[in-house]
């Protein structure tokens, strides 16, 4: 089972390298799209391990933008053009860690092949119906000059409510993934086919959370989709990020049937990655 984990990183080179570390294993490469605002230097060095490579094209990554759909594509064209026979792709953040060994997450996989991991909620669940404007209306997030704000109000004033492009059918949820490498390379396929849906979804906020999740659901890859995204994340702060992880949360997280888990500081909490080191 050759996977291939597409880290997006934007800071903190020692909990990257810490990251790095954990993941290794003879049958995966680790590739980072470090964002074009963060200085590349502190992380050059990454690049010296044998199975790490930095993602050549670089985009300024912001919140809630198309941007973050853009670097993760980067990520998946690059990974397509070495031809290495990978199984699968693994989607990770820089604040991500695995919750369990390594060799279980690749037997775990083995066990599991074609299936694409992927939480998504459909159009009619409670998330959808309070965040359906991200997709109805015009986001000019994308478009990072001044006024663009301002031009986006005056263009839903006037101009009537987006139709999903290509009778899509809305899916979302989290970013975060693990697919199979013939699901990625429909997902770059499609887009380069059908431009009009990128975009379209360049004029959505949050695309990372709705795009690609949204291309599969409505592919033929449909059926092999386990509505699991293999992440523990805890939401109970009810804030827009979800809460750092510490070592209270220790039993939460090694309970969970989960492969990995986010965010983590190893700045203000080391010692849960410390204890996660030691119990896998």
């Known amino acids: 089972m050759k996977i291939a984990h597409l880290i997006l990183a934007h800071n903190n080179p020692g909990q990257l ?41 670089r985009v300024k990554v912001y919140w809630g933008a198309y941007s973050m759909v853009r670097a993760t594509l980067n990520g998946f064209s690059e990974i397509l053009a070495t031809g290495k026979p990978y199984d699968y792709v693994n989607l990770l953040s820089g604040q991500d860690y695995p919750i369990k060994s390594i060799p279980y997450i690749h037997q775990f996989l083995s066990d599991n092949p074609d299936k694409i991991f992927m939480e998504y909620l459909t159009e009619d669940s409670e998330w959808w119906k309070n965040i359906k404007t991200r997709v109805t209306e015009y986001h000019l997030t994308d478009f990072p000059f001044k006024g663009n704000y301002n031009l986006q109000t005056l263009i839903n004033k006037i101009i009537p409510k987006r139709k999903a492009p290509d009778s899509l059918k809305f899916v979302g949820r989290s970013q975060w993934l693990t697919i199979t490498i013939e699901s990625v390379k429909y997902l770059i396929e499609y887009i380069d086919n059908y431009p009009k849906v990128r975009r379209y979804f360049r004029l959505t906020w949050g695309a990372d959370e709705i795009m690609l999740q949204t291309i599969l659901y409505n592919s033929p890859f449909k059926e092999s989709i386990v509505n699991n995204n293999l992440r523990y994340i805890d939401w109970s702060e009810q804030s827009v990020s979800p809460k750092v992880l510490t070592i209270d949360d220790a039993e939460k997280i090694t309970s969970s049937p989960c492969l990995f888990a986010r965010k983590f500081d190893m700045n203000t909490h080391p010692e849960i990655l410390n204890y996660l080191d030691n119990k896998f």
């Open 17 to 57: 390298t810490r990251l790095i570390n954990r993941l290794q294993h003879p049958d995966a490469d680790i590739y980072i799209h470090l964002d074009l605002k963060a200085d590349i230097e502190p992380f050059l060095s990454l690049a010296n391990t044998a199975n790490v490579y930095l993602i050549k094209k």
